[in-house]
């Protein structure tokens, strides 16, 4: 039952952060939030399937999520800076 | 009925029409919007139970955004 | 995987898929993109198809900087 309650936590922040990301005006502050959105996955790929490889899955996902949003600002910042 | 495939055909018909009418008509918009339908036709493969066939999928779309991108930055203007 | 997740993913899914064709910056397309993979993910995971969600994590984040690698070059036609 607890394991239940952390599945429902995850997925309300799951939820909650990707629309405020696609509703956000502002272009910076989207990215925190993607992040925000990313971690509540990465949370929910453990508690979904009890399997001694979720765990290699989840932090798969978290590294390569993370480096995407990074990426992105890094790029944004550069092409910015040059207009 | 199995929840993926309902939701990959959804996902296939959106990605489908944003491909063919890009908001901005640019070559760029049209390659991240080829992008949705791969992920939908994603989802429909993982209603069928063939592992082979759904990691050839993923390496082959990721090899040819890479195509695509080197054929548009050779020409600059749409 | 319980009910309410699966309508949660697939909420999460359509909005991706629909933001990602609705917007006209090619850095908002891809920021709602990985929304989109966000969604798609756990339902990889759920099938069992571990190797495959694997590989989808790591070949995901290659295709986007290959994409970025042509954005950051004319962004004036975008």
Known sequence: MAALIALYVCGLIALFAAIRTVVEPEPYRKLPYLNVMNFAIAGLIVLILAHPLSILAAAAYFVGSTLEANAIASTRAAVMEND | ?78 | MIEFLQVVLAGIVILGAVATAWSRDPFNKLICLSVLVGGVFPFIVAGGYLDVAIAVALITPITTIFVLAITGRNSDGA
């Open chain 2, 1 to 78: 009925m199995e929840p993926e495939l309902v939701l990959g055909l959804a996902v296939l018909i959106i990605g489908a029409l944003a491909a063919a009418f890009p908001r901005p008509k640019t070559y760029l918009s049209r390659i991240i919007s080829l992008e949705i339908p791969a992920w939908g036709l994603l989802l429909i493969m993982l209603a069928y139970n063939e592992t082979l066939a759904l990691l050839t999928f993923i390496a082959v779309t990721a090899i040819s955004t890479f195509v695509m991108v080197r054929v548009v930055e050779r020409r600059t203007a749409p």
